[in-house]
């Protein structure tokens, strides 16, 4: 039995005992040309101040939608209720990850949208409210569940074309008694110009 050891077995050993399993470990390292940033500002823009004219644009436009609420009272009651209603079946159904859940808590949340502005669209949005809470459940099936169903589909589709056709029968209505669509526009070009345009 040799137990006659040279300096290069040793250095050998000592090579093995810094690796892992006998392979090399990868030494980690910064980046060249790389500094040390905090956690907040790395790959940070320069904070973007906000645009005058967008805040502007959505304050007005909050301003007349509230006026117009004013005069002609929303029905946020009914709206409210199903919201509630709603709610329940959503943090049930995303607690438990049931799909079955969040078909009608979609219906519910659309309708409560509807219904609480249905007297300043002459109807229209309990119609489009449906349809988008038919959209929510299709979006919502494909995104969390993984459901690739297309059943949603089918009753948005004419609910929203009713829609449009009950619109179109009481367009000088809704134009004349709301006027809630300018607000709304101006409301959502603030928000264009001030956060999402590049």
Request: net charge positive; with cysteine; proline share 6%.
């Amino acid at each position: 039995m040799q137990t006659d050891y040279t300096d290069q077995d040793t250095e050998r050993a000592r090579q093995a005992e810094r690796s892992s399993a006998g392979v090399q470990t990868q030494q980690l390292q910064m980046p060249s040309g790389a500094g040390y940033a905090p956690a907040g500002q790395i790959g940070a823009a320069p904070a973007q101040r906000a645009n005058p004219l967008a805040l502007g644009m959505i304050g007005l436009g909050v301003l007349l939608l509230l006026s117009r609420g004013a005069t002609a009272p929303m029905e946020l009651t009914g709206g409210m209720v199903l919201l509630t209603i709603s709610s329940c079946f959503f943090f049930f159904g995303l607690w438990k990850r049931l799909y079955g859940l969040i078909i009608p808590a979609c219906i519910l949340a659309g309708l409560s949208v509807g219904v609480t502005f249905a007297n300043l669209t002459a109807g229209v949005s309990v119609l489009w409210g449906l349809s988008l809470g038919f959209l929510g459940v299709f979006a919502l099936g494909r995104g969390l569940f993984g459901k690739r169903t297309q059943w949603p589909i089918y009753p948005a589709v004419p609910l929203f074309a009713v829609g449009l056709i009950v619109a179109a029968a009481n367009l000088p209505s809704i134009l004349g008694l709301g006027m809630i669509w300018g607000p709304l526009l101006l409301i959502g070009a603030g928000l264009y110009l001030g956060w999402f345009r590049r």
